[in-house]
């Protein structure tokens, strides 16, 4: 979708409105986290990540600290996709090493069952409301939320899992029940992310991390389907705020996410050829991406390559520089550092 208003003399949220820099705005999928040492010190002070997400000035601060360190353009509100199954109902937990859980699983047990929540998206608000006021004049502000599919997968088997075979084979056996689930997700995830864009945030990214598991009927049916209704609702409720889709490893569905969804820009992952994507996508439409993360912990002369190759696909088109997806925790800080001077020349 293209908006018909007025740019914004921000870089990112400029891009996201179909404005291309003459150097790309920047922000990393995950920057403010683990590889951080001011945010591993605030971790073990509040004593685990949920305790972060829901101390409002501690998830403030760190949604912050990776602007002081690196002068990103964007801001990334620090938070979690799994506050959405918590809202809708369902006990949330983080085991040391291990990752989320949910309780119960839904592969045994109905969402209509659950007793929602919504209260607990309350600290995340307020976060929301924190960081706005501390963000310098020049930054956007991004919220976010897990896109259906992804959620439900998690909300379904109790935890991430291998291929999301358990949610596939719901998905395929029961279509109308796991169509319900897929719908409660929505209207909650929709009412989420107006409570961010009213407390805040200036645009909002949809993560659909587990989209490549999915074939191309499932695909249309549990990915871009819940997407285009979000992004419809959104843009008629709020109109003005970018929605950036991140369909990882959507592959050759790609395309097709791009068009049906209505989406104002769109993420790449690592395994996607830039090139391509810029040959393939809509014309016009931003597009986010996508170094590969493991690139920035090599460093040296394959960061510089990879920064070019990234940089020069997409000579016409407006483009955020970021990664294919999250930094990851043992990535140096100075590697960090040399690939922002590569990017702003």
Known sequence: MTLSVPISPKPLLSTLLGQRQERPPLWLMRQAGRYLPEYRALRAEKGGFLQLVHDSAAAAEVTVQPLRRFGFDGAILFSDILVIPHALGQDLWFEAGEGPRLAPPLVDAAVDALTRAPERLDPVYETVRQVAAML????????????????????????????QAATRRFAHADPAAFGALIAAIEAATFTYLLGQIDAGVEAVQLFDSWAGSLSPQQFEAWVIAPTARLAAKLHAARPGVPVIGFPKGAGGKLAAYARETGVDAIGLDETVDP???????????????????????????????????????????????????????????????????????
Do not use: C
């Not at 310098?136 to 088997?157: E, H, I, N």
């Not at 690139?295 to 394959?302: K, N, V």
């Open 275 to 345: 090139v391509w994507a810029n040959g393939v996508l809509p014309v016009g439409l931003p597009v986010q991406g996508n170094l590969d993360p493991l690139l920035l912990i090599a460093g040296g002369e394959a960061l510089d390559a990879g920064v070019d190759r990234v940089l020069a696909a997409f000579p016409d088109r407006p483009h955020v520089f970021n990664l294919g997806h999250g930094i990851q925790q043992d990535t140096p800080i100075a590697h960090v550092e040399r690939l922002v001077g590569r990017v702003r020349g």
């Open 136 to 163: 310098p004049p020049g930054v956007t502000f991004l919220g976010f939320a897990g896109s259906p599919w992804t959620v439900a997968t998690y909300m379904v088997a109790g935890q991430g899992s291998k291929e």
